[in-house]
């Protein structure tokens, strides 16, 4: 693989009680346990990083199939839903959904572009057979 551009972060502090920066200073966050795991809530956590930057990539890899498709994908969105929980092995694990809403699309239009995507989109090939993943198209 050519290697385009890596972002770097550390974690410190107590894990999900700690704080997370990245190296050029452009996210610095603390994070701490949401309260339905036990904790305060009163940071943010890995779940919701995870959902931001999902939602992010995920739209960008949208819009570039739908450019490619010449769809109209004007006020195009995604939102992502990462849920926690335990699993089979007596650890934790993830879920997420993904919710696409292309406006100007018929339903069929917007579910072609939202496969599409997914197949593009580098956070849904590295979670690919590791995290169930639901894409969602408005009124699914």
Known sequence: ????????????????????????GKVAVPLSTP??????????????????????CFHSALRRVGTQARANIADS???????????????FAL???????LPHLSRDEARTLADAAHQVCPYSNAVRGNIDVHVLVAED
């Open 1 to 24: 693989m050519n290697i385009l551009y890596t972002a770097e972060a550390m974690a410190t502090g107590d894990g999900r009680n700690g704080h997370s920066r990245t190296t050029d």
């Open 35 to 56: 309260k339905e795991l036990g904790g305060s809530g009163e940071g943010t956590n890995p779940e919701q990083l995870f959902a931001a930057g999902y939602a992010a």
């Open 77 to 91: 969105a995604v939102g992502a839903k990462v849920g926690i929980g335990s699993n089979d092995a007596g650890g």
């Open 95 to 101: 879920a997420v959904t993904l919710e696409v809403s």
